[in-house]
């Protein structure tokens, strides 16, 4: 019998790994747990926690913005003051959208500088 799984990471591309990296750990808290080499001559920064984490990865060829949707639709991050959150967004010059408010959290959107879509949501 198999056990329930867990989510251990995301790995994104992104045109550069330490701009994400410090708007995500300001805007989540989280902690870079790792950088280094990667392959294809890339370079990776994983963020997160102790259990799981985000895979910040720049390929040394191909860097974005990224179009929406190939293949990735968004990712969620849970965030226990909305409100701040999205402050600190605007603050970076990102433009929140869909705001929505329904149970069991408020949520908004928002495209980061390589065009990727993110979900911050509330649960508080």
Same mark, same amino acid.
């Given at each position: 019998?198999?056990?329930?799984?867990?989510?251990?990471?995301?790995?994104i591309r992104v045109s550069d790994p330490?701009?994400?990296?410090?708007?995500?750990?300001?805007?989540?808290?989280?902690t870079e747990r790792w950088r280094g080499? /990667? =392959?294809?001559?890339?370079?990776?920064?994983?963020?997160?926690?102790?259990? +799981? #984490?985000?895979?910040?990865? $720049?390929?040394?060829?191909?860097?974005?913005?990224?179009?929406?949707?190939?293949?990735?639709?968004?990712?969620?991050?849970?965030?226990?003051?909305?409100?701040?959150?999205? /402050? =600190?967004?605007?603050?970076?010059?990102?433009?929140?959208?869909?705001?929505? +408010? #329904?149970?069991?959290?408020? $949520?908004?959107?928002?495209?980061?500088?390589?065009?990727?879509?993110?979900?911050?949501?509330?649960?508080?």
């Amino acid at each position: 019998m198999v056990t329930q799984a867990r989510l251990e990471h995301v790995n994104i591309r992104v045109s550069d790994p330490d701009r994400t990296a410090n708007f995500l750990c300001r805007l989540t808290g989280w902690t870079e747990r790792w950088r280094g080499p /990667a =392959l294809d001559d890339g370079w990776t920064i994983h963020l997160g926690g102790e259990f +799981d #984490y985000i895979a910040l990865y $720049r390929h040394p060829v191909l860097t974005g913005p990224f179009e929406k949707g190939v293949p990735l639709q968004h990712i969620g991050i849970v965030v226990d003051d909305l409100d701040a959150a999205e /402050a =600190l967004v605007i603050a970076e010059g990102y433009e929140p959208f869909s705001h929505a +408010d #329904y149970h069991p959290g408020r $949520r908004f959107y928002f495209y980061d500088s390589d065009g990727i879509e993110f979900e911050l949501v509330s649960y508080s």
